[in-house]
């Protein structure tokens, strides 16, 4: 049985069950990097605070780099009776360098430290999501550049209701990944505050720098409360958050393309990388890719949830249920940017059926909003509009006809304001060039858009 470091107040050693259910060192060991880059700024804080000499200070950051480089190169054994990635180090470095390794430790908490690490370690996976993020929105808009007069049945319902520009359509998705990046670098404000040198609880009393450690490790500032500084978890929660707002986007971009791939309608052609086959049926082509980022969002929006109900009824300060953590944050900021990765290369290679598209516009009446349109333009008022185009619908449907195979002769028997021009209104295309509207489906909106666009891109990879 190791020798823990609160072993003094202990009268016998910890139940091997005990050992087993509260290790966390087969979680919290990928923080390895943080751990090892918070103690030498710790280290280095002592040095200059005159609390352990240069030269110990030397020692500690000397053997903390061998130690990482040996976890990089697969030659360390993390021990699971140490019970986390914080003891397992600091004993290796205290076999390694001797008894100044015992002075790392002056004026720090295993608690402030953890909240440190795990920090450290979000504040750089957000900036990795946020990174892939951009790459995205650069997909959606390298696709959408090449389908401004790609025409599409916009749907509610999933039933065709107006036409829309492609290019449109994947630009609102532009729209929700602008957002997530939004979120991103404000979640990033809260997230870069250093919790070091708070100790356990209530601060320390010996004379430390904290301005010096945030600084060294990136972080905005300190923490101003220690109790606060320990045990907030909100950042944790908040990066789950905002993992899930991505999720939720993808997914529903995971779903359209689901159902654009589906042969009843076969809008789009997927690539072969980012598709499986079947192991029976020779013909398939799986959209896998899709279906699983449709599916591990569920799992994302879990860990929000289990972090917020881990939360809840927490008393400051420190409560070892926050050691429960961990593991939905990884798991959501891995699932989120692995997802923006693939979907990244799913939109890339992706390419509409133009032919198919066009005969989709045919169907569904898609253009009825239009004749509507049409009539109020020529003084109709909008609902008795609204109610002629349905009867006309409804006449068409009874005869299986679509509104541009009536005769004038017919259309006047529901009202004598129809006039020849009504079957140029009816066209898709120009159906899309009247919505001129601000934000509108107008092909010249859509070019705008995209200059827009563009130019929110590289103001973001400028400010990164």
Not at 17 to 30: G, I, K, N, W, Y
Not at 139 to 159: E, N, R, W, Y
Not at 207 to 213: G, K, L, Q, S
Not at 266 to 283: E, K, R
Request: net charge negative; glycine share 6%.
């Amino acid at each position: 049985m190791k020798d823990k470091p609160w072993s003094g107040r202990f009268t016998e050693g910890t139940d091997a069950l005990v050992e087993a259910f509260t290790a966390s060192v087969d979680v919290d060991a990928r923080l390895y990097l943080e751990d090892i880059e918070g103690s030498i700024a710790h280290a280095r804080m002592l040095s200059s605070c005159g609390l352990i000499t240069p030269a110990e200070a030397d020692d500690i950051v000397k053997g903390l780099r061998s130690i990482r480089q040996d976890i990089e190169e697969g030659a360390f054994t993390f021990d699971p009776a140490l019970e986390d990635v914080h003891m397992n180090i600091e004993t290796e470095l205290t076999r390694r360098i001797g008894e100044t390794g015992k002075k790392l430790h002056t004026a720090r908490s295993r608690n402030d430290q953890v909240a440190t690490d795990l920090r450290l370690h979000a504040g750089k996976a957000l900036r990795d999501l946020a990174a892939g993020l951009r790459a995205f929105m650069a997909a959606l808009l390298d696709k959408a550049s090449g389908h401004v007069d790609t025409i599409i049945p916009g749907m509610t319902h999933l039933q065709h209701a107006q036409p829309v520009s492609l290019a449109h359509h994947l630009l609102a998705y532009f729209e929700m990944a602008l957002r997530d990046h939004q979120r991103i670098v404000e979640a990033l404000r809260r997230v870069e505050v250093s919790p070091l040198g708070s100790a356990a609880l209530a601060g320390t009393p010996h004379p430390i720098d904290r301005r010096f450690t945030a600084d060294a490790l990136g972080f905005s500032m300190p923490a101003r409360n220690s109790l606060d500084a320990v045990s907030d978890r909100d950042f944790a929660c908040e990066t789950a958050f905002v993992c899930s707002m991505v999720m939720m986007h993808l997914s529903r971009l995971a779903e359209e393309i689901i159902i654009w791939n589906a042969q009843p309608f076969s809008f789009v052609d997927l690539p072969d990388a980012f598709c499986t086959g079947s192991s029976i049926m020779p013909q398939k082509k799986n959209p896998d890719v899709a279906e699983l980022v449709r599916g591990r969002t569920g799992g994302v929006f879990g860990n929000l949830v289990a972090l917020l109900a881990m939360m809840k009824g927490l008393p400051l300060a420190y409560n070892r249920d926050m050691q429960e953590d961990k593991k939905p944050l990884f798991e959501c900021l891995d699932t989120a940017l692995a997802s923006v990765r693939v979907m990244t290369g799913l939109i890339s290679g992706m390419n509409p059926n133009r032919e198919i598209l066009e005969r989709s516009l045919r169907d569904g009446f898609i253009t009825a909003t239009d004749m509507a349109d049409y009539l109020t333009a020529k003084g109709m008022p909008f609902r008795d509009a609204h109610r002629v185009t349905g009867e006309i619908v409804a006449h068409c449907m009874s005869r299986g006809k679509g509104l541009v195979d009536l005769e004038l002769d017919e259309l006047k028997g529901f009202s004598v304001l129809f006039e020849q021009d009504i079957f140029a209104a009816l066209d898709p295309a120009v159906s899309v060039d009247r919505r001129k509207s601000l934000g509108g489906t107008a092909r010249d909106n859509v070019r705008s858009a995209l200059t827009e666009a563009r130019a929110f891109l590289e103001a973001l990879t400028h400010e990164k």
